[in-house]
């Protein structure tokens, strides 16, 4: 029976049997401390002789845990016997058990899985298992049925450009950018509220610390809505379990990276703002004329809102027709659209949709576009379709403005950039 | 404010709003009968004039709830006023409100958007909905990390036949045909225990009723194991979650196609059974000599399983090795691996890999491999990887043969084949 890291402080006077990483060998003269890596933390464990195996190796101890404040959960083990399971190379290519901070990120993700062992760089994927399980948890909970929609389309609903193409047998197919077709199909049948989190892809150039070409996109679509606002006020509500549960059950994650989630309830103070407000107070804010909304606005936006609202947030609605897709949903100008900006970065897009066929038939030329140039798309509208709209939260972005990491690439495990595609 | 279908019955004597989808109008005289369809059920309206829309219209009603027993949920609405939120065109390529037996496979996928509507086949991914979400929280539960991995990948560990190719900017690059790769090395960092629930690739041409080109695979991996009787008794427990929650929850899915999930406690009856001796089991069931374990002795398995154990379901272990991938852990000259069939068909494989550098290095010529031609994989393992071992659930499959579907591809919502890319 193994006992886990987590569990040594209740063992205390007995003998248990402790596995896993040997994550550092501290020598002090005939006594030699040893300490153990599981997945719930750190074992010390007291040797008498010299050991002789490497730092990663897998080892399994039998001992005595003896109480010491000094180790970690007031516990030390005293080792009786022992067994190493697998034999780690001397040669790690990136130290695993120092801090992380002084490699840069290529250091880091070439060598992916060596960098994803120190535990503060784990702490990122446990803290994104957790958001990926309250987002999961919350949207079953409110009726949501959860969809797997295929990646492979035969074509671009939003548009030849930005799209991989994969050889499928004889013909040539796409990786889907998002699934923004097969959600509003999947609302019209009735099913009305759904939500997908699956891989999405994105065949764009730029290599910045924004952007991913393959990404975790969270998305959400639901039926018989007015417009943005209940779009928005929906996902202040999702916001709000997921920081709820993250400031409940994530507090190593969040210690690692000495970082905090904003307090719940102030996701009712985020303000909704207007696409030309905003540029005009970015423009306060940085003596700037601004023509589109550039990173440096979004966090000058998320700088105003932090002063003058007390959260650092803000949504943007009000967006100029030609800056949405033509499935938006227009209103007057300008369409029923809205960004969230987080500390800083775009993590959502969303909106109504277009519903009534006639209105999605007089819409395609103004796009440049024609109804047999759509495929399938038209046909979820020929035949009746409410009133609905959505949106999607990147999760990687999501990660990494919560812990605050410098660049997205950090909050994917094997991210995939113009020249990286491996490990 | 508005009311749903499976609410109508508190509601009576009550002025309420409800909206759907026009499912059937049936015309009385001057009495005209309209069930609407929402997310929750049907809802029977009455008009005292003649109606002018079109069958999967949107309509929204406002009117008196009067107590009925032939209505479902006992109850009707009297009309008051409507609104047609969207008009259908009245030329439905199929009929939604009729029993879709009658339907073949191709025009049910080739119309898929709106045979999605049909109440029956939408229960399909309302089911699946649900298997999702239980997956998901008894993982959770059992301390599992989800991840989320790559499905761009530069090299086949399972070799390059049966691989989508990529056009990856300059270079090619490959569709994942499983996260294996990444789920031993999620385990190799420390977090010991994973899953993922993510599209899974097969280019593989053949065309039958248990294959899908692209499929949803739930993988589980997980450290510290002993053997494959380890990895077997975890998915008996996943099953018996799975199988108690849609006992309780789902009896509407169940119910539209006269399905029944297994006794989760007869999970424990399963018999694990040789691979030798399941062949032998096939000759004596089939009265055919067998060479390879067929879908008819899957078939046969199960019915032995039936009849002798009491539940339609056998694990197979003791593969031989060339049966299975190079990274199988060997035993004598078979595998700690296994199989599951479930009423009849294989819905799992898994396995304890190889942990041991010094193993893996030694198997690779066996299998006419080296290890520079399998790219980073081997540095899991050079650098201590204790010792571990997965399997993997294909979600259409599980929900294919709970539901007792004739094809896998109805229980995708947009199946891929050789031939089928829309919509």
Request: charged share 25%.
């Amino acid at each position: 029976m193994r006992t886990l890291a987590v569990d040594l402080g209740t063992k205390i006077g007995q003998t248990v049997t402790v596995s896993g990483w040997v994550h550092r060998i501290r020598e002090l003269g005939k006594i030699n401390f040893v300490i153990v890596r599981d997945r719930t933390g750190m074992i010390q464990t007291v040797f008498d002789d010299k050991v002789e195996f490497t730092n990663e190796s897998i080892i399994r101890i039998e001992g005595l845990v003896v109480a010491n404040d000094k180790a970690p959960s007031g516990a030390e083990i005293q080792v009786k016997s022992f067994q190493i399971l697998a034999v780690a190379a001397p040669d790690l290519p990136i130290p695993v058990n120092q801090e992380p901070d002084r490699l840069n990120i290529d250091a880091i993700l070439d060598n992916r899985i060596i960098s994803l062992r120190n535990p503060k760089i784990r702490a990122i994927f446990e803290l994104q298992s957790a958001i990926l399980r309250y987002f999961s948890e919350f949207m079953h909970s409110q009726g949501f049925f959860e969809m797997k929609t295929s990646k492979l389309i035969g074509s671009g609903t939003e548009g030849g450009t930005g799209l991989f193409t994969v050889e499928y047998f004889d013909t040539k197919v796409f990786l889907a950018q998002s699934p923004q077709f097969y959600k509003q199909a999947m609302v019209s049948t009735g099913l009305e509220r759904v939500f997908e989190i699956s891989h999405a892809y994105r065949a764009e150039k730029h290599d910045t610390p924004r952007h991913l070409n393959e990404y975790v996109s969270f998305d959400v679509e639901m039926a018989f809505i007015e417009d943005e606002v209940d779009l928005m006020n929906f996902e202040r509500e999702i916001l709000k379990y997921v920081f709820t549960q993250i400031e409940k059950n994530n507090k190593a994650q969040l210690l690692a990276w000495d970082a905090t989630v904003p307090v719940s309830e102030d996701m009712d103070k985020i303000p909704v703002i207007d696409h030309d407000e905003a540029k005009e107070i970015i423009t306060k804010e940085t003596g700037k004329k601004v023509f589109e909304i550039s990173p440096e606005g979004e966090r000058a936006l998320c700088d105003w809102a932090l002063r003058e609202h007390g959260v650092e947030a803000c949504f943007i609605n009000g967006w100029p027709r030609k800056k949405r897709p033509f499935y938006t949903f227009p209103k007057d100008q300008k369409t029923m659209s809205f960004d969230l900006i987080f500390r800083g970065l775009e993590i959502t897009t969303g909106g109504r949709r277009i519903n009534e066929y006639p209105m999605l038939i007089e819409t395609l030329p103004k796009f440049g576009l024609t109804e047999e140039g759509l495929g399938d798309y038209p046909t979820i509208f020929k035949y009746g379709c409410p009133p609905h709209g959505g949106f999607a939260i990147g999760v990687e972005r999501l990660t990494q403005k919560i812990l605050g990491l410098s660049n997205v690439k950090e909050a994917s495990p094997f991210p995939r950039d113009r020249k990286r595609v491996r490990p």
